[in-house]
């Protein structure tokens, strides 16, 4: 069975610092990864997803993450956060095969401080 | 292309009632899903069907029911509202995982669906 941890369930920072959101993963085969971004009051927006080839991946809105197979980790990095990052952030695992789904991590809150 | 939309997006309910949410997408996509969120819970499946005529249960299936009677539409009823069913419900679609490659296995989200069961 698969299932994603994402430690702690809020992160602030100041406007223009590092955004790091991490998020662990398990897994009985190779995965694809998901992060998925939520505006107050909205559904999910897909951020970046990874499915094979290159580990650094890059998404929307200047965020980006790396598979690191050997950590069984996807951290989400933002090198300068801006106000409108302010967003619940969820990452996601799927398996490959037929009917595969989606297993979620339970979300992270993102503050940003002006 | 509208992608997926949610009828209603709020609703009140009194314990023991009965109502449908519709979920509604213009993307020819084969599967969809039906989500709950709550606070400090992430996204957890409800039920999900990969065809027209076909459910299968998901995570948290009990008090719910589901109809995919029509290809773009996937119907979620709750026969009887029970203050546990308060939550924000999701509604997703996506291409067939593996048939159309990789990009397949993204899920496309509606708005949400907030009901309070009182």
Known sequence: ?114 | NAGVTQTPKFRVLKTGQSMTLLCAQDMNHEYMYWYRQDPGMGLRLIHYSVGEGTTAKGEVPDGYNVSRLKKQNFLLGLESAAPSQTSVYFCASSTTPGLAGVGSYEQYFGPGTRLTVT
């Open chain 1, 1 to 114: 069975a698969q299932s994603v941890t994402q430690l702690g369930s809020h992160v602030s920072v100041s406007e223009g610092a590092l955004v790091l959101l991490r998020c662990n993963y398990s897994s009985s085969v190779p995965p694809y990864l998901f992060w998925y971004v939520q505006y107050p009051n909205q559904g999910l927006q897909l951020l970046l997803k990874y499915t094979t080839g290159a580990t650094l991946v890059k998404g929307i809105n200047g965020f980006e993450a790396e598979f690191k197979k050997s950590e069984t980790s996807f951290h989400l990095t933002k090198p300068s956060a801006h106000m409108s990052d302010a967003a619940e952030y969820f990452c996601a695992v799927s398996d490959t095969g037929a009917n595969s789904k989606l297993t979620f991590g339970k979300g992270i809150t993102l503050s940003v401080r002006p």
